[in-house]
């Protein structure tokens, strides 16, 4: 089995290029043509030569709105009941990212080769959840993959509402943060050293501020290589312990007890969890395995170990609402309209009313931080700044009045 580009022309006598996996030059010359394509040229593609571009492919990523622009033509074409296999071509030539038209065009081609969309999806996990691929998957099963389609864009959607959310309420407090971290080496390195000498020869007593300050200069002039090794090595292992199994259970559990941050994560993850869930009802999928992926797809290690263990229960016959309120994770309101929804027969009902809620606690609980965060970094800037200029100014208000003291 190779790779062989290959160069045809369609019907309109336009030029199409590609890439293809066969096994000889007449296997792909006999797909062309059963794609009613004319063959151009065929050659064995070289693999092993170094590409600038091929490079870059690597670090290339694909926009969410991109994915969701994607799947709603998607939807547009299997609604409208255009051929797979020609609709995947028309939205190859209407995508603008070149990642995606090069996704597109792999799954057009193995469409073609009678693969099932979510068979051919699946192999592009980057680009296609977990989620996205069993979604579709029940669709195709049960017919109903426009309607899947449209939940999936809600779903997609959803994400990226949140995510930019967060973003936006973040990004200034990330910004001051930067500056001060900065300010702050800047005038520990380069500023407090030419006070240092003066204020050292000084026959004073320095006030605390000024101590502070000249401690550290000395232990930055001191020790800074150190410093900025175990600095460098504390991160990477950090990294490492965050990115290890248990680092992120660890992690991510933290992360829900940050003050503020916490509460909003979790809210997050609830509307998220309710979301996935009735979507992934709504599609047929068995609730075994809607659990598995809805654990795999809520964004945190902890969260998700909890819903493992509840799978495990409701294997067991448990139901659902019980092993959700042992879990200790889940707030009351979820459980309670989980469990009115199982005894009612009104689980999938009582899973969107779990997600509307929540997705307007998101956004009132993202404005309410953003109030909180600036008067918070307004007081701590002050805070900064007063620190600096005592440790600055009062060791020369000290040293004027002490040559006052000794003039005649």
Known sequence: MGTFAYR????????????????TKEMVYEHLDGLGLLPVGVSEAKGDAFSLNKAFERFEKIRQDDLIFFTRQLQTIVKAGIPLISGLKALEEQTESPKLKRIINEIHREVSKGKSLSDVIANHPGTFSELYVSMVRAGEIGGVLDD???????????????????????????????????AFIVIVTFIIPKFAVIFKGANIDLPLPTKIMLWINDIVQGYGTLLFIGTVLLVVAWVAYVRSKKGKVVWDRFKLRIPLIGQIQLKIIMSRFANMFENMMRAGVPIMHTLQIVSRTVGNEYIAEKIIEISAKVERGRGIS?????????????????????????????????????????????????????PILTAGLSVMVLFIALAVFLPWWNMMGAMKGGGP
């Open 148 to 182: 899947v389609l449209g939940r999936l864009i809600g779903l997609l959607e959803f994400q990226m509402k949140t995510r930019e959310m967060l973003k936006t309420a973040l990004r200034y407090p990330v910004m001051v943060v930067c500056v001060l971290v900065l």
């Open 322 to 374: 019980k092993p959700l309120k042992d879990s200790g994770v889940f707030p009351p309101l979820v459980i309670h309209l989980i469990s009115t929804g199982e005894e009612t027969g009104s689980l999938e009902q009582m899973l969107r009313e779990v997600s509307i809620h929540y997705d307007s606690e998101i956004t009132y609980s993202v404005s309410r931080l953003s109030a909180w965060i600036e």
């Open 8 to 23: 045809a022309r369609n019907e309109s006598g336009g030029l199409v290029t590609g890439e293809m996996e066969a096994e």
